[in-house]
């Protein structure tokens, strides 16, 4: 892991064994501290979703999509909360229909991982390459 950006990515003064890689002045920890949209803070709202949403961690698990090539999705139900997440896993944008997308209309985005259009149709969902959305049922 790449600390910083000087000579050697803040791992020592000396001469480390391994090179460092180039792009350690670009892609680096102080710069994914820095910039509220990076994976790292993604994972501590990852993180602090599963410690303040008992449906992350005690909800009942259902498979949607089970057939689905590229999206993993399933809801999670806990008392009467009810979360909705979708996963793209791979490089390809994915279009998929929501199952059950009526109860699903007018839901509020929770965590996502790139910028949702609040219009954007639920029923016939685009997912960008990589991208995951939680969605909570009010």
Do not use: K
């Amino acid at each position: 892991m790449q600390w910083d950006d000087p000579e050697n990515a803040g791992f020592t003064t000396g001469t480390p064994w391994i090179a460092v890689i180039p792009n350690h002045t670009e892609i680096n920890t102080q710069v994914e501290i820095a910039d509220d949209d990076s994976v790292f803070h993604h994972y501590r709202r990852l993180i602090e979703l599963r410690r303040t949403e008992p449906a992350v961690v005690h909800g009942d698990f259902h498979m949607l999509l089970a057939d689905h090539d590229q999206v993993y999705a399933f809801t999670r139900r806990h008392g009467s909360t009810e979360l909705l997440v979708l996963a793209n896993f791979f490089g390809e944008p994915a279009t998929i229909e929501v199952p059950d997308v009526d109860r699903w209309q007018g839901t509020e985005l929770v965590l996502a991982n790139y910028p949702v259009d609040a219009a954007e149709d639920i029923q016939h969902l685009a997912l960008q390459p990589w991208e995951a959305r939680v969605y909570r049922l009010r």
